[in-house]
């Protein structure tokens, strides 16, 4: 099972006739998480045939609209499709007395509960995790209070071989401890180690989302050498200034911390409607660090 | 200068593939006004290249979230785009209070005037008018206090025939009279009767919007011979019961009413989810309706 990205839309504040404003899915270990939920959003996972099913949790980076208008709609069609599970918002404690008198008005006796998890934007720190994954913030520098998330799979057990373990008859009872690392050991006292009875398993994933954020050399330790980074590239070089009045990254930037955090890959969004032609940003970007992405809505990415 | 409805969004409570939830914007008489404005209006809007700077008023028909969703994004760019004109926004008294504290957290410091009117959507009356345009409300049943809106064109002044004007040497400050139906007299006495100076005016176009409703023959009267009714069409006939317990129409019962009314031409419009052969619901209206047309998103109808 791979993990993968879906960007429903990686435009900025304003939305174009390509971009939607931000939203991701990721899809990791059988389960989806929601990062940010722009407007349109669940317009765009209908375009694309998205199902939601596996849909808990979803995280807020901060509440500016182009990050926060799609939930209501996103929620009252949960509702009216009959969701029963409950649904997990993890954003800044301020987005619950926001959305509530909305919900209250156009959400009544919904058949499912929304659970608010406040995040305290200005830590580093674990904010969710369950059997295969956890989740940390990571402290932004925007405008108002922003975080950003690491997403990390917990390590995976080992892959039995088949045959081995027929070979030296081991119960199916150990097999859990096995595929753990534990080592066998035969009725006549004969261990048998571990890697003869099993392969190694894929290394855990690491996703990181930076958006939206001034640039910050803070950030690099907690994504060093992620799998891959979502970093925001509103911006071209020549706009710094502006970059810098609106606590945003310039492409080149996204790309200095992606080189700096020696990440694997790096897909950028989050431009600024100004830019017709986004392949001047993947170029800025790409002349400094070459594994670069260029985030189009409507795309599904590998991990 | 023809009055158009363009349809940016015609789905209803579930967008799809094809359908944004409900928004209209008709332009009659060099002015805009927009009709509810569901979940990705502005998206539309920018896919379709529509400017908006004529666009002082909106209307909007009844509180579920298909029909008002997307006013927040809207009004949010409208600020970041610097619009300086107030924005009027026509509607149940119930939307102020629900909008007003997003608009406060969201849209600090907007460089115009959001002003909102509140409509009695149990009564038929003008609700606002301005030197060529009236627009009235339409009671409607539904599950909620809902209205449709009657767009009239107020009539236009005559046209004045240029070379008679010259041959009875006509000063120019009587001009305005003369295009408003008055004859001319000569020095000499003599009457030029109007009809000889001017040419009659094109006809006022008159626009009904009638969704969300139940079949209902109460609005008859009040729509009765209009150049185009929008008419919700939410169901098949075979889905009757459910359009009657969720308080809708057939496409049937929308072609009834228009044929009733006797109407020029119904758009039909709001379809369920459900339906993804929509000719089928074109083809029950035309059977009672001949002059139907299968409202579509982005696509633009003269009225």
């Not at 295969?132 to 071989?161: A, M, N, Q, T, W």
């Not at 950028?268 to 986004?278: E, K, T």
């Not at 400094?288 to 991990?303: A, C, K, Q, R, S």
Request: proline fraction near 5%.
């Amino acid at each position: 099972m791979k993990a993968t990205l879906t960007i429903l839309g990686c435009g900025s504040a304003l939305p174009t006739r390509k971009n939607f404003p931000t939203s991701q899915l990721l899809e990791i270990r059988d389960k989806q998480f929601l990062i940010d939920c722009g407007e349109g959003t669940q317009i765009r996972m209908r375009q694309m045939g998205v199902k939601t099913n596996r849909l808990g949790h979803i995280f807020i980076s901060h509440l500016h609209g182009d990050h926060v208008f799609g939930l209501i709609g996103l929620i009252s069609s949960f509702g009216m499709l009959n969701r029963t599970a409950d649904l997990h918002i993890h954003s800044h404690s301020d987005l619950e007395k926001i959305l509530q008198p909305q919900l209250l008005f156009f959400c009544e006796e919904m058949p499912f509960k929304i659970v608010f998890h406040a995040v305290d934007p200005r830590k580093h720190e674990l904010i969710y995790e369950d059997r295969s994954v956890s989740v940390y913030s990571i402290p932004l520098k925007h405008r108002v209070p922003c975080c950003g998330f690491l997403f990390e799979e917990k390590p995976r057990d080992r892959h039995i071989i088949r045959e081995m373990i027929d070979f030296y008859k081991i119960p199916t009872w150990r097999i859990p401890k096995i595929k753990q690392g534990e080592d066998f050991v035969t009725d006549d006292g004969e261990t048998i180690p571990n890697k003869i009875l099993t392969t190694a398993p894929e290394t855990p994933k690491r996703f990181a989302y930076c958006s939206d954020t001034a640039h910050s050399d803070k950030i690099i330790p907690i994504i060093q050498g992620v799998d891959c980074l979502f970093h925001e590239a509103t911006f071209m070089e020549a706009e710094q200034l502006r970059a810098k009045q609106t606590q945003h990254s310039t492409a080149r930037q996204a790309a200095e911390t992606a080189q700096k955090a020696n990440v694997k890959k790096l897909i950028i969004g989050h431009y600024s409607a100004r830019y017709i032609h986004q392949n001047e940003l993947l170029k800025e970007s790409k002349a400094v660090f070459e594994n670069t992405i260029l985030g189009e809505d409507m795309t599904v990415y590998e991990i």
